[in-house]
């Protein structure tokens, strides 16, 4: 059997999680690998979070908001932005590979463009393989 | 260099009977519905811009009006009642009246008065010229042959002469259609072989009339035809068989069960054409200028004085008939010489030509197309 | 601590959700799940039998956490918090996991739809475990409101109110009342008169007792919150130094209105050069005077119209003013009327004839003969003197496009129609009363569809055109739609504040500051006194933004806590 | 009691840079006071003695056992094993000891690179010289073993079971005098607790002014001459003091240098880097994706300065590079 991963899914309330709910009223089909986890804003999403769903065994972490300049709290999404490339350079230093994560905009009508983005990064961590960390982390606890 | 617009001229086309066009708001969908329509010739909508700006070259130099028939489709269509097709007939009228270099034209348009005045005095001058010949010359009490009142001949010569004028007036006022649309128009090129590859266009359209069938509803076209080919045959039999139609009291039917059938065809057509008037009974018959009405009760007219004068004649009633004869030719005189060259009768000659002029330019614009472009001027160009 | 006992239920949603994923299975796997007291499936949940199964499960079974696997919280999330209402349970101690939108609906692998579904029901049960009982709170509605503005809209606004027995302070900057709207003739497309609409809202307004009209007055500064704002308002004409007052109110209605725009900034119209150029609202003090004459003293025989005037257009303003275009047919009526012999050409982009009576309005003024000629948006129109033999003062040139023929059009009188923009002191007043506004400097309603006369700030409410270009009537309306939502709030006495606000554990803060500035709301206040920062919870919105960003982990987001979020992850990937 | 009985101590280090040792040192006087009040078994930097003497203490002897520095090495878990088991309380001493400290920043790179960096590939090594330390070697015909080099850095705690922790690089002198008294007057907190810092962070002891911040640049330290009464965060400088556990007295803002986040995180956060992070990012003044990879660009390595003192302590704990 072909590697599943797990991904995590953090999604604001008012644009990304509804436009998930949108794919799904529409019933246009992806992949099981997402697991959504709602946060009213994107900018409640700690970086925190991303690393700790790593080292839980996530393969891979999605992270989504309005688009710039919709925000529901008006600038939420922008600060979400200010802290994404930091996290990305952050997970390099740690040797997470660059697919692992990723921080998008859906809006509310998007439903098909949250589709096509958790079918493109399941491919794409399909093709990377199952994420290192929590094995690693287990592991060194067992063998130094 | 900009077109100075004259917002003046959409008053001045109320009188020739456009008086909807300023509730066009060009959404197009005439010239949609139109089946006429085609690349280069755009109508009703674009003729309605144009006057609606008032751009009066533009105008002038268009052929679009002639290429339209008035089926009433494009007015049907309309969803300002901006009457687009009456707009196009009222065109037709301007143009005319652009197109006669006298003046004349643009007076009768103006004011019916004028016209019935006009008509009113060239009728009573006829009237009063053939009594005073007829007087003078024969007998009142005989019709036809030695002593008549109106011999043939004489009556002949007259319809050539008066023929003749007839087609000088309109030739000068055609050509002018053709510098106007064609020869002083810069924007057509054509090639001198063109109007002779064209020429055909002249007859094919003026005896079948063939784009008027092309609207969507065939009807008018029926009876357009119908009415056109019995005045045509009235026409010919009179300018070439006068003698043998005035010669009686014996009926030749050789040549006389032409002259019934048009009598008939022309009666029917324009009885038909009154009453649809009058009633309003379809699209194109809604609107009636005043022009429209004098033509119809003229010919009207004519037809019925000229079955008149027959049966007084072939029944024996030989003075009457030379009355009638004299009341008849007081009709038509007018008609013919007022009517032809400076009224709605101008568009037997006008939209054939329009017609063919259309011809010319489609084939103009079709070289000019064709022209391969040098390198040069692709670069320049890109 | 008590002892958890958990409800959990998973919903077949008809074969909505049966269809795909193993309800039994997820329920089966569910009740072996530490804490939970009882696992049920039914065919719908949301029914009221599935409603009161939860009910009757939370006080026969002393459940104290409820878990519904079902549709989105989004459709749901309320119903079922009210069937644990119900029951006597906390509302908040309950968690929905969305097995519907986001699983049966988007996957057709019944394996594989399964096993999300139990990921997605054990993220929920163990997110639930740490929920807390939350309680509204509430607080004082003060009944009086302030209204910015002394226009149409404002004035509408406070006589709504004011009728409705509330106390209204109407502040306007300028001298006197009547906004934009007192520089009008007549509207379209029913020719009522300006004058007469504004005498009726002045007249009933003097007659109304409770509003205090404030003239030369502007908002200094307001803090605060719904129901219990401070306003500081500065009322000064220049002639005296400025006198300052306090006011406390429950609301604010800001009807600020528009500016109209300078059209000397197009340079090529030679507005402020050509002397018959002249501005719609220069037009409509003609119309007003009842002389309808050029510089020379002699009606003009040909008025050219030209739309769009700062609008619609790169350079300038891209949006729609949306009065124009009725206005400028509105003038070829009066001018029409006034003097039949001239002729007016009216150049527009586009007509936009929306809204009631307007499209008949387009039909008839296009039958007095108005010339309409038409532009493209970013080829503006060129004026230019006539020469001496012309028969008309200036010459308009432009690219025709019905026609595509550059065209010169004769005028004796040009009128600009002249759009709208924000007042140049619009961000000064999104800044006082914090609210937002867009590129342009329209303020943002909450929003665009469903709630567009309130604000993201709670107790701030827009009215007319402060918020976008817009007519009399909508104006109208919204400001009648802000004072139906102030006085609804002010009915129901007390404001009723969701239990769900971010709140800083004053043990921890330490005063860092660095949340401050990230609340769009403004809702964290620092203390300089005891160096501590502080949210106010009627203020908030619960974004959640002070909680990622606080870096001693002092800001709690109630109901969305880091804690609850850990072991949501940690469930959905077990 | 009518007699005292001394305090049995230990001390030992385990990967460290030997400055907790000087911090305890640091003490002055009081060192003395601890010599007469306490006997010292162990410790190896000032005290000789062999591992074989700690062995030979029965399970518990020991009162206190105080270990700095991280768990490198075989032999760093033996001590901590041994300590654990002879002592009643054992106190993860220093920032190494507690979180990792600066030796857990090797956790980025693989031991085989630390190994090919420090024997093979480097410029201060003599050509064909290709000795690695194995942890066994034959040497005429002997085995010899030294210790263990381990994958990654540990925390102690990650190892043994640790009753307190005190933070700091160095912790403060103060700290070490706290740690002791407490455990001579029998008035330890709760197990598990960190000594010697409150639960708020640097920022409530910091004098610096402080208003709303926003941040257009970052600079370096040399980049700016800096007003000593504001916020050096206010001015682009770097500075973990807002997400660093209070109790160094703020040592480094007040010698004009950014805090460095020796002291770990505060309570209840769980990624001192990831926090800061957080933090700092949502307070760059700018909705402009490319501005803002601008102003992030002169951060250079952020990584090991968030986590200069706590890799090992972070969620990831080490690079999964593969």
């Known amino acids: 059997m072909s590697f599943e991963p797990k991904i995590v899914g953090f999604l604001c309330n008012w644009c990304s999680y509804t436009g998930a709910d949108l794919a799904g009223t529409s019933r246009i089909p992806y992949p099981a690998n997402v697991r959504i986890i709602r946060v009213m804003c994107s900018a409640r999403i700690d970086p925190t979070f991303v690393v700790q769903a790593l080292a839980q065994g996530a393969d891979a972490v999605l992270i989504c908001g309005c688009h710039p300049g919709d925000c529901h709290y008006s600038e939420g999404n922008y600060k979400a932005m200010r802290r994404f490339p930091l996290l990305k350079q952050l997970l390099k230093a740690y040797g997470v590979e660059d697919d692992r994560v990723r921080q998008t905009w859906v809006s509310a009508s998007e439903g098909q463009r949250f589709a096509e983005i958790v079918t493109d990064l399941t491919e794409r961590v399909r093709a990377l393989g199952p994420s290192r960390i929590h094995p690693e982390l287990l592991n060194d606890q067992r063998e130094r | ?382 | ?574 | 009691m009518t007699e005292k009985k001394k305090l049995q101590i230990a001390l030992y280090w385990g990967a460290a840079c030997g400055g907790c040792d000087v911090a305890v040192l640091d003490t002055n006087e009081f060192i003395l006071d601890v010599a007469a009040a306490a006997d010292i078994r162990f410790w190896p930097i000032a005290v000789d003695g062999k591992y074989a003497d700690v062995e030979a203490l029965a399970d518990g002897e020991l009162d206190l056992a105080i270990f700095n520095g991280a768990v490198r090495n075989s032999e760093n878990q033996q001590v901590a094993e041994l300590l654990r088991r002879k002592s009643k309380i054992l106190v993860a001493f220093g920032s190494c000891a507690h979180l990792g400290g600066i030796p857990g920043l090797a956790n980025l790179v693989k031991r085989e690179e630390i190994l090919t960096t420090a024997y093979l590939a480097n410029a201060s090594i003599q050509s064909g010289n290709r000795t690695i330390p194995c942890p066994e070697t034959n040497c005429d015909g002997k085995k010899l073993e030294i210790p263990v080099l381990y994958k990654r850095v540990y925390r102690l705690a990650d190892i043994v079971d640790v009753d307190y922790f005190v933070p700091g690089c160095p912790p403060a002198p103060e700290q070490v005098k706290n740690v002791l008294l407490a455990v001579v007057q029998g008035e330890l907190p709760p197990r598990k607790s960190v000594i010697g810092a409150s639960d708020r962070t640097v920022c409530d002891d910091c004098k610096r002014s402080k208003e709303e911040k926003k941040i257009q640049r970052f600079f370096r330290p040399f980049e700016i001459i800096q007003n000593p009464d504001r916020c050096l965060l206010e001015q682009g400088l770097l500075c973990m003091g807002s997400a660093t556990r209070s109790g160094c007295g703020v040592r480094c803002p007040n010698s004009n240098q950014g805090c460095r986040g020796c002291y770990g995180p505060p309570p209840g956060v769980r990624d001192q880097g990831t926090k800061f992070l957080s933090a700092l990012a949502s307070i760059i003044d700018s909705k402009d994706p490319a501005e803002i990879e601008e102003i992030l660009s002169h951060l250079p390595d952020f990584t090991a300065y968030a986590y200069r003192f706590g890799l090992p302590a972070s969620i990831l704990q080490r690079s999964h590079r593969s």
């Not at chain 2, 009179?238 to 022309?266: K, N, T």
């Open chain 2, 1 to 382: 260099m900009a077109i100075r617009v004259n917002p003046k001229l959409i008053d001045d086309l109320e009188r020739y009977g456009a008086e909807d066009v300023q509730k066009c708001y060009h959404c197009g969908n005439c010239s949609a519905v139109c089946t006429h329509v085609e690349p280069g010739f755009v109508f009703p909508r674009k003729p309605m811009r144009l006057l609606q700006m008032g751009l009066e070259q533009r105008l002038e130099s268009s052929l679009e009006p002639w290429l339209c028939y008035y089926c009433g489709q494009c007015s049907s269509q309309c969803p300002r009642g901006a009457e687009p097709g009456e707009t196009m007939m009222s065109l037709r009228r301007w143009l005319t009246s652009r197109y006669d270099f006298t003046g004349i034209s643009r007076l009768f348009y103006g004011s019916w008065k004028a016209e019935v005045a006009a008509i009113a005095l060239v009728g009573l001058l006829t009237a009063f010229g053939f009594l005073l010949y007829g007087f003078s010359h024969g007998n009142l009490r005989i019709y036809d042959g030695p002593g008549a009142f109106l011999p043939s001949p004489v009556v002949h010569r007259f319809d050539w002469t008066m023929a003749a004028v007839l087609v000088v007036l309109l030739a000068i006022n055609a050509g002018r259609m053709w510098w106007f649309t064609t020869g002083g128009n810069p924007r057509i090129r054509a090639p001198f072989s063109a109007y002779l590859l064209q020429l055909y266009m002249l007859p094919v359209q003026f005896f079948t009339q063939k784009r008027y069938a092309e609207c969507q509803s065939k009807r008018p076209w029926f009876l357009h035809l119908w009415l056109m080919l019995s005045y045509l045959t009235m026409l010919v039999l009179i300018m070439f068989f006068l003698r043998v139609v005035q010669a009686g009291p014996q009926i030749r039917w050789s040549a006389h069960v032409f002259g019934y059938l048009a009598s008939v065809g022309l009666l029917g057509a324009v009885g038909y054409a009154i009453y649809g008037r009058s009633k309003k009974t379809e699209i194109h018959l809604r609107h009636s200028h005043e022009s429209d009405w004098i033509f119809l009760l003229m010919l009207l007219g004519v037809t019925l004085t000229g079955v008149l004068q027959h049966i007084l004649h072939r029944s024996g009633a030989a003075m009457a008939a030379n009355v009638a004869y004299v009341v008849h030719l007081g009709l038509v005189v007018p008609m013919l010489s007022l009517e032809v060259p400076f009224s709605k009768w101008a568009h037997l000659a006008y939209r054939p030509l329009g017609m063919y002029l259309a011809q010319v330019h489609r084939a103009a614009t079709a070289r000019a197309a064709s022209v391969v472009p040098s390198p040069e001027t692709v670069r320049i160009a890109s």
């Open chain 3, 1 to 574: 601590m008590e002892e958890l006992k958990i409800g959990f239920y998973v919903c077949n949603c008809g074969t909505n959700i049966a269809h795909t994923v193993d309800v039994e299975g997820v329920k089966e796997v569910a009740a072996q799940w530490p804490e939970v007291a009882i696992a049920r499936s039914y065919r719908y949940m949301c029914s009221n039998p599935g409603q009161e199964m939860i009910v009757n499960d939370i006080r026969e079974l002393g459940l104290n956490r409820v878990v519904v696997a079902a549709c989105s919280p989004r459709m749901h999330e309320l119903t079922f918090r009210n069937a644990c209402r119900l029951g006597g349970l906390n509302p908040y101690l309950f968690e929905m996991a969305n097995i519907r939108e986001q699983c049966s609906w988007v996957h057709t692998d019944k394996l594989v739809a399964t096993e999300k579904a139990k990921a997605l029901a054990r993220g929920a049960v163990n997110r639930v475990r740490h929920h807390e009982p939350l309680d509204p709170l509430s607080a004082e509605m003060c009944p009086e409101t302030l209204v910015l503005g002394g226009g149409i809209a404002g004035l509408t606004a406070a006589l709504e109110l004011a009728l409705a027995g509330h106390p209204v302070h109407l502040v306007e900057k300028s001298d006197r009342l009547g906004g934009n709207i007192a520089r009008v003739d007549l509207t379209a497309p029913y020719f009522y008169s300006a004058r007469d609409l504004l005498a009726d809202r002045l007249t009933r307004l003097r007659a109304t007792p409770n509003v205090s009209v404030h003239l030369h007055t502007q908002l200094k500064n307001l803090s605060g919150f719904i129901g219990n704002y401070t306003a500081t308002l500065e009322t000064g004409n220049g002639d005296s130094a400025p006198r300052q007052k306090t006011i406390h109110i429950g609301n604010v209605i800001v009807a600020t209105g528009y500016k109209e725009f300078d059209a000397s900034r197009i340079t090529h119209y030679g507005y402020g050069k050509l002397p018959n150029v002249i501005t719609s609202f220069e037009f409509e003090q003609m119309l007003r005077s009842g002389r309808i004459q050029t510089q020379s003293g002699r009606p003009p025989r040909y008025v050219a119209i030209i739309h769009c005037v700062g609008s619609r257009n790169r350079e300038f303003h891209s949006y729609c003013s949306r009065v124009c275009c009725m206005t400028a047919l509105k003038y070829a009526r009066e001018l029409k009327s006034a003097l039949p012999e001239c002729y007016v050409s009216d150049i527009y982009i586009d007509m936009h004839a929306f809204g009631k009576g307007c499209e008949d309005f387009y039909r008839k003024s296009s039958e007095v003969k108005t010339l309409f000629l038409m532009y493209g948006k970013n080829e503006q129109p060129v004026i230019r003197k006539a020469d001496a033999k012309d028969d008309c003062e200036m010459l308009i040139e432009v690219d025709e496009k019905l026609s595509g023929e550059r065209i010169e059009i004769p005028a004796d009188m040009v009128i600009l129609m002249v759009g709208m923009e924000p007042r140049p002191d619009a961000g000064e007043v999104a800044h006082l009363v914090n609210i937002s506004h867009d590129k342009d400097g329209w303020f943002i309603e909450s929003h665009p569809k469903l709630d567009p006369v309130a604000t993201t700030t709670e107790g701030i409410y827009i009215a007319g055109t402060c918020a976008a270009p817009k007519d009399i009537p909508d104006t109208v309306a919204q400001a009648r739609a802000a004072a139906a939502r102030i006085l609804a709030r002010i009915a129901k006495g007390k404001i009723e504040i969701d239990g769900v606000f971010a709140e800083v554990d004053p043990e921890r803060c330490s005063g860092c500051r660095m949340c401050n500035e990230l609340c769009p709301y403004s809702a964290i206040e620092f203390d300089a006194q005891a160096k501590r920062s502080h949210v106010i919870p009627a203020v908030c919105k619960a974004c959640g933004c002070c909680v990622a960003a606080c870096p001693s982990g002092a800001i709690k987001g109630r109901h969305f806590t880091d804690q609850q979020i850990y072991a949501q992850i940690e469930g959905v990937l077990a």
